[in-house]
């Protein structure tokens, strides 16, 4: 019922920058929040920032100072810009929404497919 998909991964030399775009698509009552996961090889998928249906923000410390997420809820879309990368932002990027299907319907997670982002040292 929604689609995500994610797109502007690739491999940057560390201090450069990137940008991820992900687009929701589907039939929904309301995106609520979204937000942008990363898991690098052997660790826990984790929250690298997250936007509400309002514009409030919430980053990793990781990438505090770094990244920053915004999203267009007329084109039901998120971005997350970054810049300065370091070798450990490599990772798969995945993109997250929390979506009423419908007025009365409680709320779901959706994930994209992910998208590779490397840093070379």
């Known amino acids: 019922q929604v689609q995500l998909v994610e797109s ?4 940057v030399q560390a201090g450069g920058s990137l ?3 992900c687009a929701a ?3 929904f009552f309301r995106i609520n929040s979204m937000g942008w996961y990363r898991q690098a090889p052997g660790k826990q ?3 690298v920032a997250a936007i509400t ?3 409030s923000t919430n980053y990793a410390d990781s990438v505090t100072g770094r990244f920053t997420i915004s999203r267009d809820n007329a084109k039901n879309t998120v ?6 990368l370091k070798p450990d932002d490599t990772a798969v990027y995945y993109c997250n929404a929390v ?11 959706y994930w994209g497919k992910g998208t590779l982002v490397t840093v070379s040292s």
Do not use: Y
């Open 79 to 84: 971005n997350l810009q970054m810049n300065s």
């Open 99 to 109: 979506v009423k299907l419908g007025p009365l319907s409680g709320s779901m997670d």
């Open 8 to 11: 502007g991964g690739g491999l």
């Open 45 to 47: 998928r984790e929250l």
């Open 19 to 21: 940008r991820l775009s």
């Open 25 to 27: 698509s589907g039939t």
């Open 53 to 55: 249906l309002g514009g």
